[in-house]
């Protein structure tokens, strides 16, 4: 046959992204040059630049496109362990019955996939079979590629989820792919999915841990604040670099924390970090191949389905658990491979192939019929018997919402693959422990859970760097100025007070500035902050323990002026907004207001100094935590585990008390976060370069 290779067909069936949301440095001057060579507008592809992110409705769903391209071999992936016909066509190459992941109904998974068996096995893996082409399959990657991106009788060279795309809007980053091609079933007749690059290097307005690329992006910006004088041109491109590195920020994100060795599990954990910032993203795709293996398949294949179970672990291991309900993982590819393996010791180009569908709210189990390996069609290939599109119309219907017909072209049997889309908090099977603990770890692979919605948190460095993490609203930029020392979050959780060493306070979000003690004379320098619970007012904290009050935050005391054995290092407000406590570093605990002492660890010999405390929800009770995350429970406050005793890359800085009340979690200097208790993951730093220390954690 003569036919294109894989790397050829991806090439001819997708597209270099050609708006700014490329977010590449090449891909800004491009813009430029384009700006400055037109007549009288923007081209069409950069006015897309202005569209808006827009956070996800409850009951909107997600979709995670794993293209495995050149054609997967389905037979190895999900092996018929009980029929002898299979060993008897591969002689050599089928997966031995004893080594397979046995799931019933005589089947069994490729031994690579340990994380999908856990998936299958708590309900949560829909493995549909016999899907294809039922009539007049093509065995060309192109053509059948091409069917697969298109799905429609009269599809105008656009794709399903272009159309799709086009249904709902367009906005800016609904449907992404994460690569600088954008696939031929991402782009629509009006609109498109954009190509966000899979490494934070070189990307515009991303990458914002060097100091001379927030210098670059602030003189953009500030080209756009006020019309140029230079005419109209000049104008539309200042605005368009003004947003493209407001988008840049948006999504930065989405880069930071550890990056898996594994190619295609670092780009799993990047969809999973993106869907984390709630910017509206309702389809994602992410790429793995090459699966064409005409000879020695083995070996490669083995290696393809390790890569497909670490990248599957990795997105679970970095998704919130506020979008466990939300998201669906569906697999695809163009098609099966023949039945028979080939005299190379590989398998030729097939028909009918295993699909799988994975999520917190998929009804697990077989969909479809399992094609016959005995009675195949007139070129020796499976019978197809669920036609691909029917797959689609269950994802439109059933978890996007939409009218399947008006985008596909033709009513598709649904195939009921799922429960309804819920949050977080939502009734039914949930998957895995509710709660988890660790060394600041992601949860284990598969851990999924119906954990109460955590709302997120924000982590910034001394220099002005805001990092958020899980739902945790985009509040604005803290920008320049005296070092950050503490942050604190509204009581709706959508703004965020934020001090500085010299006492200078910004609100960001709905939070309101309430005054502050900039250009202020102060004994020492500020070193902790706590809101009042209404949110309209603030402590600050000196480390001397002297306190300033501002808003409807009441002064009930504080050892400004006295002689203190150690400084003061952090302090945390009572539930009622009537008083607070602070602590030394050497765990001397100072209580003021209806502030309970409850026992200190003043005079206590400690390995290291005492560096945050936090109040638990009953205000009966407090942590106070130390710089080697050795942990100090008093009154109600349960211990839930630490770090203490064990060897961390950096000092630990702060802490805070969990969503749910029923955990704490704590942050180091290199923006590594450790969970205990109830406290949500949601991810860190830890592992990225950054230009200045973390130095406060707040959620």
């Known amino acids: 046959m003569n036919d294109l290779d894989y790397a050829q067909v991806r090439k001819n069936l997708g597209s270099v992204d050609r708006s700014p949301f490329g977010l590449s440095r090449r891909r800004f001057l491009q813009a430029s040059m384009a700006v400055g060579g037109a007549a009288t507008l923007l ?60 799931i019933g109904n005589g089947l069994g998974l490729h031994p690579n996939l340990g994380n999908v068996k856990q998936y299958w096995d708590n309900g949560k893996t829909a493995i549909v079979q016999g899907v294809g082409v039922p009539s007049n399959p093509d065995l060309s990657h192109f053509t059948s590629m091409a069917n697969w991106m298109m799905a429609s009788n009269n599809p105008n060279g656009t794709g399903w989820v272009g159309r799709y795309l086009d249904s709902i809007g367009g906005d800016s980053l609904k449907v992404v792919s994460l690569d600088t091609n954008v696939p031929l079933h991402m782009v629509g007749n009006t609109s498109r999915g954009i190509g966000l690059p899979d490494d934070i290097n070189g990307a515009m307005g991303v990458d914002q841990s060097h100091d001379y ?60 970090r993106l869907i984390n910032l709630d910017l509206g993203v309702r389809v994602i795709n992410v790429e793995q191949g090459d699966f064409d293996h005409h000879h020695a398949e083995q070996n490669p294949f083995n290696d393809r389905m390790a890569e497909l179970n670490a990248g599957l672990g ?16 569906v697999t695809f590819s163009e098609f099966g491979r023949r039945p028979n393996q080939n005299d190379s010791g590989g398998t030729d180009h097939g028909t009918a ?133 503490a942050m604190t979050p509204t009581s709706d ?61 009441e002064f009930f005391g504080s050892t400004g002026g006295m002689r203190l054995n150690q400084p003061v290092v952090g302090m945390a407000a009572t539930p009622t907004g009537k008083g607070y406590w602070f602590v030394a570093s050497d765990g001397g605990v100072f209580c003021f207001g209806d502030a309970p002492f409850l026992g200190s660890m003043g005079a206590v010999h400690l390995n290291k100094p005492v560096v945050g405390m ?12 130390a710089a080697d995350g050795g942990i100090f429970s008093f009154g109600d406050a349960e211990f839930f585990g630490s770090t203490g005793g064990m060897t961390l890359n950096k000092p630990i800085v702060g802490m805070n008390r969990s969503p749910g009340g029923r955990g704490y979690m704590f942050v180091a200097t290199d923006g590594g976060v450790f969970c205990f208790g109830d406290a949500p993951f949601q991810g860190s730093l830890g592992g990225s370069t950054l230009a200045s220390p973390v130095t406060a954690l707040a959620g």
């Open 314 to 329: 990795s997105f679970f291991a970095n998704l919130s658990t506020t979008f466990l309900n939300r998201v669906t993982v």
């Open 493 to 553: 959780h959508n703004g965020l007070f934020v001090t500085r060493s010299d006492g200078t306070v910004q609100a960001l979000g709905t939070a309101t500035h309430h005054g502050d003690m900039a250009n202020k004379q102060l004994n020492r320098a500020i070193v902790g902050m706590a809101a009042h619970p209404t949110g309209e007012g603030y402590w600050l904290l000196g480390g001397d323990g002297g306190i300033f009050s501002f808003g409807n935050a």
């Open 614 to 625: 936090a109040s638990s929800a009953s205000g009966d009770g407090y942590w106070l935590v």
């Open 213 to 272: 690329d927030l210098r670059e992006y602030q003189g953009i910006r500030n080209f756009a604040s006020a019309p140029t004088g230079l005419g109209v041109l000049a104008d539309q491109l200042a605005l368009v670099g003004q947003k493209t590195i407001d988008l840049g920020s948006q999504i930065a994100g989405a880069y930071v924390g550890p990056q898996p060795d594994n190619y295609f599990a670092k780009k799993m954990a990047l969809a999973a």
């Open 353 to 485: 192939n295993n699909l799988l569908v994975i999520g917190n709210r998929v009804k697990g189990g077989l969909y479809g019929v399992r094609p016959s390996l005995t009675q195949l069609d007139g070129d020796n290939n499976l019978i197809a018997n669920v036609p691909y599109q029917s797959v689609y119309a269950s994802i439109l219907e059933s978890w996007l919402h939409t009218d399947s017909v008006a985008i596909l072209g033709t009513q598709y049997a649904n195939l009921n693959l799922f429960e309804s889309v819920g949050d977080a908090g939502a009734s039914g099977n949930g998957v895995g422990a509710g709660t988890q603990a660790g060394l600041g770890s992601a949860p284990a692979p598969g851990a999924f859970s119906n954990m109460s919605a955590a709302s997120g948190y924000w982590m910034s460095t001394a220099g002005g760097v805001l990092y958020r993490f899980g739902n945790a609203p985009d509040v604005g930029t803290a920008g320049g100025g005296a070092p950050i020392v």
């Open 43 to 102: 081209p069409g592809w950069m006015q897309d630049i202005f569209a808006n992110a827009t956070p996800l409705g409850p009951t909107e769903g997600i979709v995670v496109l794993v293209m495995m391209g050149g054609g997967v071999d389905g037979l190895n992936m999900v092996p018929p362990i009980s029929d002898s016909a299979y060993y008897a066509k591969r002689s050599t190459l089928a997966v031995p019955a004893a080594s397979a992941l046995n």
